[in-house]
Each structure stands twice: as structure tokens, then as C-alpha cells.
């Protein structure tokens, strides 16, 4: 019996930072329709949709607002299959505060802190997205950065994962696969991640297929 692709022909709203957004990729000539993730995603599935993310967003309020919820908020007059988050990096990248997970579901949610964005991202995406599937990236390892505490993300994707399951949001753990991140990835060197923190055509070839292989799971 063939096996039925779950992705082919959805619609995808993707939202995130500039991991996400993939700008490094935009005037390929080899890869300029298929930027980053989605693009490739999108591609190899036939998927209609958009790729929201936007460079510098973060999760808290650091930002300003450029915030990862304001691409939902753009975006919820439109119906979409999948709906996939990402981000935290600048959120590391200013050290903001990673703070805590709240126990109920109504909040409020200090958005001044990494896990009450996410918290506050998360119930806003689940209120006015009540058709879609939602998953969430946790973006690999990026030990050589120096910008603030982006060589050491854990203790923000520690809490991360513990608010997706809070939250019933599946994750993809890129972060904490050790293997992945210094055999395959090759995170401490410049070959996947020239600048420290983004990925390069190569190493959106390395995540891109896992991703959407997670993503046929949910």
C-alpha cells in the first residue's frame, strides 16, 4: 500500500527570527525559490502557505515589536493546516530573562521573559488558529557565538520544551542532540554555520528533510 504524505497540498503558515526566515538565501540563484526550511518545504510538498518569519523577532518583548506573536497576529484572518513556530535566539542574543512557567492557562504571562512570551505566543496561536496543527523548532546549537547567551541556549530550551508539553504543542529538539549538533551539523565550526548563529545553503540541506519529516508526524 503506498504510503499517503500528510503534508501534500496543505497550507503552512511558518513564523519565527531570521533562522527561520533564511535571508542569507533570498538571492540565490540555486536557492531563491526555496528558501531556508519552508521554502524547501513547501516545495517538495506542493504546499500553499507562507514563510512569516522575520529577522530579529523575538519571543519576549526584548524587541520591541518585533515579536514572534505579532506574525500570528498578521496573519490569523487566513486558514492554515500547519501552523510552525520558532525562535528564542534573539531572546538569548539580548539576554533576556528566561524565566518561568506558569501553572495555569489564562496567564498573565510576564512577556518581559522568554517562557511568558512563549506561554503568551502559544495561547494566542491555539485561540485564533483553532483549525491547524501546530508544531515548534528548537534551533541547533550555536557554542561559538558571541552575542550574548546564544552559546549556551539550554536553560531557554529547557523551559521551551517543558512549556510545549505543558501547552500539548509538539517540538522538534534540534538543540540538546549532541550528536546531530557536533557531527552532522558541525555547529562549532563555520562550514553549516558561517557566522555563528546562521545557517548557510548546506546546512539548511541538513535540517530542512528533518523537519519536514517531523513535520509529517503531527
Not at 515579536?67 to 535566539?89: M, P, R, S
Not at 529547557?158 to 500539548?168: F, H, P, Q, V, Y
Not at 540538546?176 to 557566522?195: A, C, G, Q, R, Y
Request: aromatic share 12%; hydrophobic share 35%.
Amino acid at each position: 500500500m503506498k504510503e499517503t504524505n500528510p503534508l501534500n497540498k496543505r497550507s503552512v503558515l511558518f513564523v519565527g527570527d531570521s533562522i527561520g526566515e533564511a535571508a542569507c538565501e533570498w538571492n540565490s540563484a540555486d536557492y531563491g525559490n526555496t528558501v531556508g526550511w519552508p521554502g524547501r518545504i513547501m516545495a517538495w510538498n506542493e504546499m500553499s502557505g507562507f514563510n512569516a518569519c522575520k529577522g530579529g523577532a523575538s519571543v519576549g518583548d526584548c524587541r520591541g515589536e518585533n515579536l514572534v506573536i505579532n506574525q500570528l497576529i498578521a496573519n490569523k484572518d487566513n486558514e492554515y493546516d500547519y501552523v510552525i513556530i520558532e525562535g528564542g535566539g534573539n531572546d538569548a542574543w539580548d539576554s533576556a530573562p528566561v524565566g518561568v512557567m506558569t501553572e495555569g492557562f489564562d496567564g498573565p504571562f510576564d512577556t518581559a521573559a522568554f517562557g511568558g512570551g512563549l506561554e503568551n505566543t502559544f495561547k494566542y496561536a491555539k485561540e485564533n488558529y483553532k483549525n491547524a496543527i501546530f508544531g515548534f523548532i528548537i534551533v541547533y546549537q550555536m557554542p561559538s557565538s558571541q552575542f550574548g547567551r546564544m552559546s549556551d541556549m539550554s536553560e531557554y530550551f529547557s523551559l521551551a520544551k517543558k512549556i510545549c508539553d505543558k501547552w500539548e504543542i509538539p517540538y522538534i529538539d534540534l538543540y540538546f542532540d549532541e550528536d546531530f549538533n557536533k557531527n552532522v551539523m558541525k555547529s562549532e565550526t563555520p562550514e553549516n554555520i558561517p557566522d555563528t548563529v546562521h545557517a548557510n545553503s548546506s546546512g539548511y540541506n541538513i535540517i530542512s528533510p528533518m523537519i519536514n519529516d517531523w513535520m509529517k508526524t503531527l
